[in-house]
């Protein structure tokens, strides 16, 4: 007989593909008709996924940056789920370069290096994330949250004990679902990464 371990799984959504028009930026580009289908498949796979999970649903959270959002939204009527928890700390957050770890990890092309300021700010972000959704869970339970490719590759980075440098080695596709899970004792795993089993190779895209 077999005793179940509680345990929280983090269910992390990137956004689907969206726009960058003209110089508007993050707080206005929204989904492509592309990241419209990726999220329409998204919220069916995520259906399958809460259909067969054990414990407390926790809810469905997202970013406030419209092309995560959106994808929620899409995702969320596919679950037929009405609320969406939006919160400030989940939107993206700068890609950390270090100069004096360069050669450990390299450079992402066209990035620049990080200042120790904005790479403070940062870290901040993430731990604020982790303060709110990684505690030691009591009870089993699982959450859905939809934000953006560095978080994702951070959160993973940390749960793996790799520098946050190291973020620039993870691919993330848009709608990609990754899962992290919380045990007792302050144990932490990757279950899965970046699957994009749900999506055709047409609708894959990275960019």
Known sequence: ?????????????????YERIGDEGDTVWGLTPLGRRQAVRTGRRLAQILDAAQGRFEGLFSSPWPRALQTAEIAAHELHID???????????????DPDRVAEFGVHPGLPFTTPEDRALTVKQIEKVRDR????????????????????????????????????RFDCSHCGITELRIYQEEFEALINYNDTGHLPPSLITTA
């Not at 345990?7 to 992390?12: G, K, M, Q």
């Open 133 to 168: 959704f990684f505690r030691t869970p009591k009870v089993t339970n699982f959450t859905v949250i939809f934000t953006h490719g560095n978080l994702i590759r951070y959160l993973v980075a940390h749960t793996l004990r790799l520098p946050y440098e190291a973020w620039s």
């Open 83 to 97: 609320r969406i928890k939006v919160k400030p700390y989940l939107h993206e957050v700068l890609p950390i370069v």
């Open 1 to 17: 007989m077999s005793l179940e371990v509680v345990h929280s799984r983090i269910i992390l959504v990137r956004h689907g593909h």
